[in-house]
């Protein structure tokens, strides 16, 4: 295989290598694709995520308080004492007759413990629920975020395609004056119309030119905006442009009043505030748990064996374990008397903490509605500015097409058709403007209604 052949076939396997790259770096983004990655790529969503884990694992905890106990415990313990008298009375008959001055030992202990709690004044029923309500609370929470997640990367995406359509705009007012310009100075070569024309032509070109720079500045800047609110590198980061032009005339807003009635129960924001209320609620059952008594069941079961270390003398450690082998079995019943007002404190904070939260739902709910209204409002009234910028843009293309048609006769000048032409631009970027911002006060009005 000659020189050239190898070069060839290592090009084409860089190719293909390389082919899912490109593919990736020209992929054009949708709502939905920004939508979804911010979601599963936002700090604040991760951090949500692990609450809601956390509190997870509490609710779990809570709800295995309710099983028994059972603990063992083994000891080994050393005695040194000459004096046998201190041992006789706490040892076997056997051992005891082995004592004399050196009575130096090993201990050996066994402890099984058994535990069943039987009733603690509803702490661990009222726990359990509270721990399922604070779940709900951090679910409700993290859907919350989401929701103002989306409704701000849906604002900034919008906001792409308003400058990137403003850009294009300005793109098509440049190819109008450059044709304006040829078409002048070909008729000042002629002697059709004076110099004049064409140096009008030639400045409304460059200035022209300079706005399109500037637009496409701003539309590169909103495309950044959107790539760091999204945490994506902005190199080679693109959009896809959806067709609107036909969205925005046949969307019926629906009513405040609705919006309202249907968000006052299931918005995020208010679901976390009234399981937050739920939660307090039996956190407050909890505290006044500590006035009642406690009852539990215990067992135990406690054996041991000896040894001396100087007389070579050990009774069998079988039977010796099941001689000493003790076993307890009773109920035990707290009964509270006096705890320093602990109690009674724990559940006055319980009580305020609880009139917080249900003051913080009413304050959530008068929120949720003075923004639905302006929401409303808001998209109403862009509703109704963008009927009024499509009938300008229709008047002004006519305006401009009949200067554009004097102009051509001779019998208009250029000032009348760059005056109409920027008048035109003007209603197409008015256009522009209110249809972009209905769009983006109807999808806020949306938030409220999903």
């Known amino acids: 295989m000659d020189i050239r052949h190898l070069y060839i076939r290592s090009i084409a396997l860089l190719v293909l290598l390389s082919g899912p790259l490109v593919v990736y770096a020209q992929r054009q983004w949708t709502l939905d694709d920004c939508l979804e990655y911010a979601e599963t790529h936002n700090l604040n969503i991760e951090r949500l995520n692990t609450l809601v884990s956390q509190r997870k694992t509490a609710l779990d905890a809570s709800r295995s308080a309710r099983l028994p106990s059972l603990n063992a415990q083994i000891g080994e313990n050393l005695v040194f004492a000459d004096n046998p008298e201190l041992l006789r009375a706490i040892m076997p008959d056997g051992m005891a007759e ?7 030992m090993s201990m050996t202990t066994a402890t099984l413990d058994f535990s069943v709690p039987l009733y603690n004044g509803g702490k661990t029923v009222n726990r359990i629920k509270a721990d399922e309500y604070a779940l709900s609370e951090s679910s409700a929470s993290r859907q919350n975020a989401v929701k103002n997640l ?3 990367v849906s604002v900034y995406y919008l906001n792409c395609l308003y400058y990137r359509s403003l850009a294009n705009v300005a793109r098509e007012q440049v190819r109008l004056s450059e044709s304006l310009t040829s078409k002048a100075r070909s008729m000042v070569r002629e002697g059709v119309r004076p110099e004049s024309d064409l140096v009008d032509a030639e400045a409304q070109l460059a200035a022209d030119e300079f706005a399109l720079s500037d637009a496409e500045g701003v539309a590169a800047l909103a495309l950044l905006d959107l790539a760091q609110i999204l945490n994506v590198e902005p190199d080679g980061f693109d959009i896809s442009d959806p067709d609107i032009e036909s969205q ?12 309202f009635s249907s968000a006052s129960v299931s918005y995020p924001s208010i679901r976390e505030m009234s399981a937050r209320i739920s939660a307090d609620e039996y956190r407050l059952k909890m505290a006044k748990g500590d006035y009642l008594p406690k009852l539990s069941f215990d067992a135990k079961a406690f054996t041991s064996y000896d040894a001396f270390f100087h007389k070579g003398y050990a009774h069998n450690a079988g039977s010796q374990l099941d001689r000493n082998l003790i076993g307890i079995v009773g109920l035990q019943l707290d009964i509270p008397i006096f705890n320093a007002f602990q109690a009674r404190t724990q559940v006055r904070m319980s009580e305020y903490s609880l009139k917080n939260s249900e003051t913080d739902l009413n304050q959530a709910k008068q929120n949720l509605k003075k923004d639905i209204q302006k929401a409303y409002y808001n998209a109403s009234v862009a509703q109704r500015k963008l009927q009024s910028a499509e009938k300008a843009v229709k008047a002004a293309e006519m305006s401009e097409l009949y200067e554009r048609k004097k102009f051509d006769s001779g019998k208009g000048n250029i000032f009348d058709l760059q005056t109409a032409g920027q008048k035109l631009l003007q209603a197409r970027q008015n256009e522009l403007q209110t249809r972009y911002e209905f769009l983006i006060r109807y999808r806020i009005l949306t938030f409220y209604q999903n």
Do not use: H, K
């Not at 082995?98 to 130096?104: E, G, P, V």
């Not at 925005?248 to 919006?259: F, K, Q, T, V």
């Open 248 to 259: 925005a005339e046949s969307i019926l807003l629906p009513s405040a009043d609705e919006l």
């Open 98 to 104: 082995a004592l004399d001055t050196r009575n130096d």
């Open 150 to 152: 989306q409704m701000q």
